[in-house]
């Protein structure tokens, strides 16, 4: 679920969709963890955390609107795939909180990779049989490494690490900063100049979290 399903939903999604329309439609993903997390039992949904997605949610919103999402027909399959992976992502936090804490969270993503990584090879195992390798620079290799060790494995053991310690719910209202990560580093990075819409935006995100951390 959150290596197979998800990583080839999210992947092939945003390659036949936009940057924008995958962080739109990738929003819901806190509410729909902690909606399934209460509906399972595994996590309440208490008030300010629901407070916090109140305020999150659309603030993450206003930070991908900012970029201009086109739902339209050529982007449709992509758009649903993306739905999928969040819906994926939302099922596999909500499944690591209910492991309890009898497993360590470098462990559960060490058991989460292996199982999950076969399906992976199989169904991208024809597009590297197609590769060049020796048209590949250095550049895209230190990439691949890069992806390998510090958005996956350490991203993996620091999110099951926070789903164990706070929840489900409360880890994954901290998605919603990911698009104004993402407007800061194209900022310092490209110089694309966030609107105020974004920092709208940001305020709202970062209101919601700091809600959401009240008991």
Partial sequence: MGNTLYQVCFVVGLA???AAN?????SGTPVVTALLGAALGVDRLRRPLAMGLALAVPGMLL???????ELEA??????FLILGASLCWAL???GIRSLGNELSALRITALTMITGAPGVVLLGLPSVMELKLESIGSGAWLGVVYSALVPLVLAYVVWSRSVQAVGSS??????SGTPMVAAVTAWLVRGENPTWLQALGSALVISGVLVSRRR
């Fill in 16 to 18: 036949h969709t936009t």
């Fill in 22 to 26: 995958s962080g739109m439609l990738a």
């Fill in 63 to 69: 930070i991908v609107g900012a970029r201009g999402p």
């Fill in 74 to 79: 050529s982007t449709r399959m992509g758009d």
């Fill in 92 to 94: 596999y936090t909500v």
């Fill in 170 to 175: 409360r880890t994954a209202i901290y998605n």
